[in-house]
T-cell receptor, first 109, second 115 residues
C-alpha cells in the first residue's frame, strides 16, 4: 500500500547538536507537509513544500524536498530544549495525505 | 479564537461499550478528518469528510462510524466491533482552497482507554 517511511524513529541529542529526520516515498508526492507534536500535545503544522528541489527555512529549521519529489528532510541546527517533540512528515499521494511514523527528538541540556 | 474542540479529553470505557468522541470546529473548514495515533505508528486515517452529509472510509475504518450532519461537527463512534480501541484519537480539519489548502489543523485529542 501507500507508505511514507520516516527515519530515525528516535533521536537523542545534546543541546547544541544538529538533528535531521528523513522521509522517503516509493511514489511521487504532490507535496509534503511537516508537523511537530510536543509531548502530550497535538500535531501542529510547520511547513508545506510543493516544488521539486524546494528548500525552505524557518530560523534554525531547514526543510528540503527532493528533486524527484519522493523524499524530504528536516534539519535543525543547534538544537534547543524547546525543539523536543515528535516530527512528522506527511506526503500527498493521489489526493490522500499519508503520514510517516514520526521521529521523536529528545534534547539533553 | 478559531479552532477545533475535542471532547472528552480522557475517556474510560468497558469492553463492549460504544463510545462517541466529539469534534467541533469554528474555522469554517469544509473537510474534517479522524486519525488514530498509536506509539511508533504515526497517524492513521479512520474517516474523512469533504462536505456535509458525505464521508469516506480511511485506512482503518473497521469498527468505527461517523456522521457529518453539520459543517462544524464530525463525531466519531468507536463501536464494540473495534478490536483494539485503546488509543489517542485526533480530529482535524482543513480548507480546500487557497494557500492553506489541505493543511491540517488538529484538535487537542481524546485519549480512550478500554478496561
Amino acid at each position: 500500500g501507500q507508505q511514507v517511511m520516516q527515519i530515525p524513529q528516535y533521536q537523542h541529542v545534546q543541546e547544541g547538536e544538529d538533528f535531521t529526520t528523513y522521509c522517503n516515498s516509493s511514489t511521487t508526492l504532490s507535496n509534503i507537509q511537516w508537523y511537530k507534536q510536543r509531548p502530550g500535545g497535538h500535531p501542529v503544522f510547520l511547513i508545506q513544500l510543493v516544488k521539486s528541489g524546494e528548500v525552505k527555512k524557518q530560523k534554525r529549521l531547514t526543510f528540503q524536498f527532493g528533486e524527484a519529489k519522493k523524499n524530504s528532510s528536516l534539519h535543525i541546527t543547534a538544537t534547543q530544549t524547546t525543539d523536543v517533540g515528535t516530527y512528522f512528515c506527511a506526503g500527498k499521494q493521489g489526493g490522500k495525505l499519508i503520514f510517516g511514523q514520526g521521529t521523536e527528538l529528545s534534547v539533553k541540556p | 479564537d478559531g479552532g477545533i474542540t475535542q471532547s472528552p479529553k480522557y475517556l474510560f470505557r468497558k469492553e463492549g461499550q460504544n463510545v462517541t468522541l466529539s469534534c467541533e470546529q469554528n474555522l469554517n473548514h469544509d473537510a474534517m478528518y479522524w486519525y488514530r495515533q498509536d506509539p511508533g505508528q504515526g497517524l492513521r486515517l479512520i474517516y474523512y469528510s469533504q462536505i456535509v452529509n458525505d464521508f469516506q472510509k480511511g485506512d482503518i475504518a473497521e469498527g468505527y462510524s461517523v456522521s457529518r450532519e453539520k459543517k462544524e461537527s464530525f463525531p466519531l463512534t468507536v463501536t464494540s466491533a473495534q478490536k483494539n480501541p485503546t488509543a489517542f484519537y485526533l480530529c482535524a480539519s482543513s480548507t480546500k482552497q487557497g494557500t492553506g489548502a489541505n493543511v491540517l489543523t488538529f484538535g487537542a485529542g481524546s485519549r480512550l482507554t478500554v478496561l
